[in-house]
């Protein structure tokens, strides 16, 4: 199995990539699969000085909840790309139900090959894809490459309560990695507890409404989709509980 589909199928919180063919069916009733298009756009709006001109990339867009958001409220030029070809045809539909297909364009790829060519972006948003990039310094290296000296990234990510936590950087030490890496932090937005929860909890329930309906077309494969509600809630209880989310602006230096 290839570590992109590994990557892939991680990303989207499943186990095993036997679930991979079945996510667009699992995530059909969702819009918005990580980032939030509200913190993006508003972080842009007190940041980032827009014009028509201004390019921005959306790598592992999604369903393209985030650019489309972003076409429609600051009128500037987005190319999104994800792996899902479904997703991209869903990006593409909704880009017309807003009035944005002109400032939109949005591509099947994978963004590993994507930021070799793509270069010369005023911003570049790498909305909840965890390590589809490799570790955070690859992926912050990678990032830069793709915008023009000074331009902008957003990531998300989340800091570690504290130091006893191994698998999230604390605060403090995201700021010396983002010094070694040649990025400043200029905002940061964290998505409240009870804002969190009640998307999780709607989400949650789409997606078992249709694990279930998949459970009884395809009885011999209950296990996997079992399993896919298993490890959404899990990464819900996680969320709401464990780590503080955080969407990031930085700044190339
Ligand atoms: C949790 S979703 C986030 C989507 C979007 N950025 C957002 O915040 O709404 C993760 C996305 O990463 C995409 N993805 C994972 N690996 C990828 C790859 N190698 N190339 C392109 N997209 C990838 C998945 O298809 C999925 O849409």
Redesign the pocket.
Known sequence: MSN?EE??AK??TAESTELIPYLPYLLQDLW????SPRDIVDMTKKHIQVSKNTKVL??????G??SVHVAKALGCMIRG????PE?IDFANKKAQEYGVENLCEFKV????EAVKVEKDYDVVIL???GD?LGNPEETIQMLKSTVKNEGYIFI?DAYGNDDSDVRYLTREKWLIFFQNAGVKLLDERFIEEDEMKSINDEQQSFIAMRANQLKERYPEKAYLFESYIKSQQAECDELENEISVVTMLLQSI
Do not use: Q, R
């Not at 918005?32 to 980032?35: A, T």
């Not at 959306?58 to 369903?63: E, F, I, Q």
């Not at 790309?81 to 899902?84: E, N, S, Y």
């Open positions: 992109v990557k892939l990303s989207l918005e699969l990580g980032s959306d790598l592992a867009c999604g369903k909840a985030v790309i994800d792996i899902i997703f790829g994978d963004i590993n909305g909840a894809v589809v998300d």
